[in-house]
């Protein structure tokens, strides 16, 4: 199993990016895929979660509202649209997986597999 996340970038406050977590070894339908982020000196942090196999999706209260994640399965890839971009959203952002179900999929230790993670820095 492969994951490579990409687009994050540096952007201003209230700006918008797209994150992606391409999968390879696997596939969407099978496992839950989960967005965390990692900011200096904080513990990771559960951002948001999706699962193909019981359609289900979740998210932080901390991006409710601001942040979206979706799948293509065609495409084996997970997308995580962040919008209303804030300073405190400053953070290496990774994408995980694991077998479907999970527990609780804002958990870190849910999951077996890590990308290498993507820079979002948000300036004010």
């Known amino acids: 199993v492969q994951l490579v996340e990409s687009g994050g970038d540096l952007v201003q406050a209230g700006g918008s990016l797209r994150l992606s977590c391409a999968a390879s070894?696997?596939?969407?339908?099978?496992?839950?895929i989960g967005w965390f982020r990692q900011a200096p000196g904080k513990e990771r942090e559960g951002v948001s979660c999706?699962?193909?196999?019981?359609?289900?999706?979740y998210y932080a209260d901390s991006v409710k509202g601001r942040f979206t994640i979706s799948s293509d399965v065609s495409k084996n890839t997970v997308y995580l649209q962040m919008n209303f971009l804030k300073p405190e959203d400053t953070a290496v952002y990774y994408c995980?997986?694991?077998?479907?179900?999970?527990?609780?999929?804002?958990?870190?230790?849910?999951?077996?597999?890590w990308g290498q993670g993507t820079q979002v820095t948000v300036s004010s």
């Open positions: 070894g696997l596939t969407l339908n099978t496992y839950d």
């Open positions: 995980a997986a694991a077998v479907s179900p999970l527990d609780d999929g804002l958990r870190s230790s849910e999951y077996k597999f």
């Open positions: 999706i699962s193909e196999s019981d359609h289900t999706i």
